[in-house]
């Protein structure tokens, strides 16, 4: 039997544990997610409100987003703000609300998953109050998994519209 050189064996057996098990960079999730949460700097308004697959009447609020920072308001009231980030979980991004305000809110967290159409996001996820704990795959696996509302369905979904000049 033939004994290969070292170099080489280590070499192949790399080259065919990475073909087994593909290492993909840690950066290079974190560079889509930094180019994601890009997307939502500014200001935007809400447009409507859907819940348990009724349309609400809606008030006027905006919410900004500045870095991974966000504000809602009404009537130039802050009524919630903190942290969010952003996960890929195909087909679609997962958004996580982190409440730094109201006080009774803070550290709880509301997800959802979401998308963008032009100057628009729609996200959904459960109609309740902001309670989870950080993003995780538990809390994936209550999140809908398509963009669809229902009668009874216990979700919201909201739409948004980037303001312009803002």
């Known amino acids: 039997m033939t004994k290969l050189p070292a170099l080489f064996a280590s070499a192949a057996g790399a080259a065919f544990f990475t073909f087994l098990f593909p290492v993909v960079s840690p950066g290079a999730d974190e560079d889509a997610a930094k180019a994601e949460v890009k997307k939502f700097e500014g200001a935007w308004h809400s447009q409507k ?3 348990n697959g ?35 979980r195909k087909p679609y991004w997962v958004i996580d609300f982190e409440y730094t305000t109201p006080e009774n809110q803070k550290g709880k967290h509301w997800h959802a998953i979401y998308r963008f159409d032009g100057d628009i996001i729609h996200w959904l996820g459960e109609n ?20 669809e509302i229902k009668p009874g369905d216990g979700q919201l979904m909201r739409t948004v519209k980037r303001l312009k000049d803002q």
């Open 54 to 88: 009724a349309e609400q009447s809606i008030r006027i609020e905006r919410h900004t987003f500045s870095g991974n920072q966000w504000t809602q308001t009404f009537r130039d009231r802050v009524i919630a703000a903190g942290a969010f980030t952003v996960h890929e």
């Open 128 to 147: 309740t109050p902001p309670r989870a704990p950080a993003f995780n795959d538990e809390e994936y696996k209550k999140l809908p998994k398509t963009f």
């Open 49 to 51: 409100i859907v819940v």
